[in-house]
């Protein structure tokens, strides 16, 4: 559906790839003129920050010189704020990520991240801006592409158009979570409208939330901007079903452009 989806797919693979059977190991960049020795542990640096690598043979994977450790972590994250992304000596701002959007965090020594984008690019990123979604079921709502996702971890589970809140009413943005008023068979009840839904989940009180819209005969694409909703994520009827059984109190919806 989306290109940037599938570069997620292709960066977790690469991710898993590199850092798969690494326990303990220290990410730096690769340098074919400067290759650091230390404890029985070669780490290969590269030029490109777009091409980091982890190619580390070890007996104890314990570095010297107080070089940090980074372990695996592998997860999905929401950044906190907007947030600079580093080179891999922490010297060099890459480019600055906005608030809320998606990352996967491949592996972090517990001060910073290193991480994908979803455009593919690699660098590190201050653990304390990430807000993790470790072995968890969650919602990602893309107002500018129109989509919703859903992952159990880092499996993407579902894929599906939406229509978000018009310009005059746009759908907010943030890391919310599904409320106790989640419910089905019910009527949504505003000043110029009273609409009847098989699923609700509110994720602001019980004034903005995921519902199905059986009004609607397309999703996705430009028309939100002068026909969306109120503010709430319409849904398609089986992609609501499906978020609704899977779904309980507590499950986060990350919203961002």
Same mark, same amino acid.
């Given at each position: 559906? &989306?290109? &940037?989806?599938?570069?997620?797919?292709?960066?977790?693979?690469?991710?898993?790839?590199?850092?798969?059977?690494?326990?303990?190991?220290?990410?730096? &960049?690769?340098? @074919?003129? $400067?290759?650091? !020795? /230390?404890?029985?542990?070669?780490?290969?640096?590269?030029? $490109?920050?777009?091409?980091? @690598?982890?190619?580390?043979t070890t007996e104890n994977n314990i570095p010297s010189n107080n070089e940090p450790i980074f372990y695996n972590t592998n997860y999905y994250a929401s950044l906190l704020s907007d947030s600079n992304v580093y080179s891999y000596d922490y010297s060099t701002v890459l480019r600055t990520l906005g608030e809320n959007e998606?990352?996967?965090?491949?592996?972090?020594?517990?001060?910073?991240?290193?991480?994908?984008?979803? $455009?593919?690019?690699?660098?590190?990123? &201050?653990? #304390?801006?990430?807000?993790?979604?470790? *072995? @968890?079921?969650?919602? !990602?709502? *893309?107002?500018?592409?129109?989509?919703? *996702?859903?992952? $159990?971890?880092? @499996?993407n589970v579902l894929s599906s158009y939406v229509t978000t809140g018009k310009d005059s009413s746009p759908t907010p943005e943030g890391l919310y979570s599904i409320n106790s008023n989640k419910t089905e068979d019910t009527y949504l009840i505003g000043k110029d409208?009273?609409?009847?839904? #098989?699923? =609700?989940?509110?994720?602001?009180?019980? /004034?903005?939330?995921?519902?199905?819209? /059986? =009004?609607?005969?397309?999703?996705?694409?430009?028309?939100?901007?002068?026909?969306? /909703?109120?503010?709430?994520?319409n849904l398609p009827f089986d992609t609501a079903k499906s978020i609704y059984e899977n779904s309980s109190v507590g499950t986060p919806v990350l919203i961002h452009k």
């Open positions: 559906m &989306k290109n &940037k989806k599938l570069l997620r797919i292709v960066s977790f693979a690469y991710a898993l790839l590199i850092t798969g059977s690494i326990y303990a190991s220290t990410l730096t &960049k690769k340098n @074919e003129t $400067n290759t650091k !020795e /230390s404890n029985n542990t070669t780490i290969s640096m590269v030029e $490109n920050t777009n091409d980091y @690598e982890a190619q580390v998606l990352v996967l965090s491949i592996s972090s020594d517990g001060n910073y991240d290193y991480i994908v984008d979803e $455009n593919g690019n690699y660098g590190y990123i &201050k653990s #304390d801006l990430l807000h993790p979604f470790i *072995d @968890e079921y969650f919602v !990602e709502v *893309d107002l500018g592409d129109q989509t919703v *996702d859903c992952y $159990n971890g880092t @499996e409208y009273k609409s009847y839904v #098989d699923y =609700w989940m509110p994720f602001i009180n019980n /004034s903005y939330g995921l519902h199905d819209a /059986s =009004w609607r005969s397309e999703f996705g694409g430009s028309f939100y901007h002068n026909s969306g /909703s109120h503010g709430c994520v």
